[in-house]
């Protein structure tokens, strides 16, 4: 049974707009948090991470949204810009425990 | 520069074969993880370790074996039993008392089987 959920696959956005992509969690124990950005052949790079106690972060053109109540984390990119595409995975992490992924979603940045 | 180092970038196996996947950091972290990503799948745990000479099976364990005799290394091992080892393995590393937790990736291993 899957604990953290991207429940689209894909997403594709115009240059220049919004991206959001959501992530799921059913166990309201998680303590960390993260977004991390993948390009193919490469290692995923970290880029956001919001802990359980706050429900917003931002870095540049990144913000992180977390509604405990809805177990729901989402990732905001504004503007979106070509290099953005990628595959961006959430994770949630318990500091006790092992850090666990979704499946990823996909995003293009389209022209 | 500190960092996680994976080697070989490509791997090829024959049939009943064990291969083993090097992970080398020199971050100073305690916590070391594999993980295996398959095309639709995600990133998938196979071991992790807490600390030196600890270490614990992840979600996708059968057909693996990993050592952690040094902080520094974390290598993994892919038995004959692992019936379908073509994958993107991943190694990471962090340090779980940090405060600001996040995963430090090396840049993989493509694994695939002749």
């Known amino acids: 049974d899957q604990q953290v959920k991207q429940n689209s696959p894909s997403l594709s956005v115009q240059e220049g707009r919004i991206s959001i992509l959501n992530c799921d969690y059913t166990?309201?124990?998680?303590?960390?948090f993260l977004w991390y950005k993948k390009y193919p052949a490469e290692g995923p790079t970290f880029l956001i991470s919001?802990?359980?106690?706050?429900d917003k972060n931002e870095d540049g053109r990144f913000t992180v949204f977390l509604n405990k109540s809805a177990k729901h984390l989402s990732l905001h990119i504004v503007p979106s810009q070509p290099g953005d595409s990628a595959v961006y995975f959430c994770?949630?992490?318990?500091?006790?425990?092992?850090?666990?992924f979704g499946k990823g979603t996909r995003l293009h940045i389209l022209p | 520069d500190g960092g996680i180092t994976q080697s070989p970038k490509y791997l090829f196996r024959k049939e009943g074969q064990n291969v083993t996947l090097s992970c080398e950091q020199n971050l100073n972290h305690d916590a070391m993880y594999w993980y295996r990503q398959d095309p639709g799948q995600g990133l998938r745990l196979i071991y992790y370790s807490q600390i030196v000479n600890d270490f614990q099976k992840g979600d996708i364990a059968e057909g693996y074996s990993v050592s952690r005799e040094k902080k520094e290394s974390f290598p993994l091992t892919v038995t004959s039993a692992q019936k379908n080892p073509t994958a993107f393995y991943l190694c990471?590393?962090?340090?779980?008392?940090?405060?600001?937790?996040?995963?430090?990736f090396g840049s993989g291993t493509q694994l695939s089987v002749l």
């Open positions: 166990n309201s124990m998680f303590d960390y």
């Open positions: 990471a590393s962090t340090q779980p008392l940090g405060g600001d937790e996040k995963l430090f």
């Open positions: 919001i802990s359980s106690i706050k």
């Open positions: 994770a949630v992490y318990n500091r006790d425990d092992k850090i666990i």
